[in-house]
């Protein structure tokens, strides 16, 4: 089986780890998303509060600028009209200072997207796998040799395959990350928490993965 | 619907670059994180998927400097959970062969027991929640 080689994978994560967060601006994350749905009613909960608070805040909004309306008619924005003409300027006065230079204004992080926004980046991972494997021609060709090498096969690799993934879901939710919000967003940041647990996930998986070649 | 389908077009083009790095193959995870011990040594067939996380890391490191260098983006300080819980993922994904979107994709890719990777991760993820609010713990997920 033949993988892309190392020098197309690295910019080709890196262009899609900054560019999710230009897109979206979200960071790059799918732990985080799987545990939403790990306690889905309080998540679905969380978005309906969310879309209530924004529903809230436009008719708010819509009802304080009709008030202002009733009470002192409808304004032009300041300065397009009833304002006296300016004084024809004096050549004896100073040029104005000029402005300070701006401080560069970057984005700002978006709020949670809802539910169905991360169903559709799950299902669309999926589908990617899907896409490939089927360009490969390796569709439903199971875990591999290597897998069954080390791990046997039935009920005792199904559970390996189950602790494992336990050990991920509980992991990730208690460091805060995965292998993409910690290595790659958070580290591309150079995020301490990030740097730290990035180091350490991938030296417990050195050392899980000589034990399970050992032990097999 | 804008959101939806940006989402869409990012996941799937992660997917596709999960599964042909190799990154979704249980034997290409096992042979990266043995980094060649006992297989041949530190050869560059052995270390390609340690490379391509470092690559893309640095990579990163310059895509964020150059185009998103005075963006707020939340920050992420070392907390209490975060050297046991990394303990514990490091050992997870050696042993599932599968980070949280790698168990997605090979789900994509047909590899049906990646369902019970992903259940699990499902029940970890579970099992951390109730536990944080039986025990009070603060909130670490400031992930997406």
Redesign the interface.
């Known amino acids: 089986m033949t993988y892309w080689p190392f020098w197309i994978v690295a910019p080709a994560l890196a262009v899609l780890t900054v560019g999710y967060w230009i897109a979206l601006r979200r960071p790059l994350g799918v732990a985080g998303v799987l545990a939403r749905f790990s306690r889905i009613a309080e998540e679905a909960e969380f978005d309906r509060g969310a879309a209530v608070l924004q529903a809230e805040q436009a008719a708010l909004e819509a009802a304080m600028a009709q008030l202002t309306a009733e009470a002192f008619g409808e304004l032009a924005p300041a300065g397009t009209e009833g304002a006296a003409p300016l004084a024809p300027a004096s050549t004896e006065w100073p040029a104005p200072p000029p402005e300070p230079a701006k401080a560069p204004q970057g984005r700002v992080c978006a709020p949670t997207p809802t539910l169905t926004v991360h169903a559709t980046f799950l299902v669309s991972l999926a589908l990617g796998g899907f896409v490939a494997a089927l360009v490969r021609g390796t569709f439903g060709e199971g875990m591999g040799k290597s897998f069954a090498a080390h791990l046997g096969a039935g009920p005792r690799s199904l559970l390996a395959l189950a602790a494992g993934g336990v050990l991920v879901g509980f992991g990730t939710s208690l460091c805060g990350g995965c292998s993409a919000g910690h290595g790659l967003t958070g580290c591309g940041r150079l995020m301490p928490g990030s740097l730290l647990a990035t180091v350490v996930f991938f030296a417990s998986a050195v050392a899980a993965s000589l034990l399970i070649g050992r032990l097999a | 619907m804008r959101?939806?389908l940006?989402?869409?077009?990012?996941?799937?083009?992660?997917?596709?670059?999960?599964?042909?790095?190799?990154l979704?193959?249980?034997?290409?995870v096992?042979?990266m994180?043995?980094?060649g011990?006992?297989q041949g040594g530190f050869t560059l067939d052995n270390?390609?998927?340690a490379?391509?996380?470092?690559?893309?890391?640095?990579?990163?490191?310059?895509?964020?400097r150059a185009?998103?260098?005075?963006?707020?983006?939340?920050?992420?300080?070392?907390?209490a959970?975060?050297?046991?819980?990394?303990?514990?993922?490091?050992?997870?994904?050696?042993?599932?062969?599968?980070?949280?979107?790698a168990?997605?994709?090979?789900?994509?890719?047909?590899?049906t027991?990646?369902f019970?990777?992903?259940?699990?991760?499902?029940?970890?993820?579970?099992?951390?929640?109730a536990l944080?609010k039986r025990l009070g713990w603060a909130r670490?997920?400031?992930?997406?």
């Open positions: 959101t939806h940006s989402v869409a077009v990012l996941g799937v083009t992660l997917g596709v670059v999960i599964s042909a790095s190799g979704s193959d249980w034997g290409e096992h042979r994180f043995s980094l011990i006992g270390l390609r998927l490379l391509a996380f470092g690559g893309a890391v640095v990579l990163s490191v310059v895509g964020f185009f998103a260098r005075y963006d707020e983006i939340p920050a992420k300080p070392v907390r959970g975060t050297v046991p819980g990394a303990i514990l993922f490091g050992a997870g994904w050696a042993l599932a062969g599968a980070c949280p979107g168990a997605l994709v090979q789900i994509g890719e047909g590899k027991a990646a019970v990777s992903l259940a699990g991760m499902l029940a970890g993820a579970w099992l951390h929640d944080r670490h997920s400031c992930i997406d």
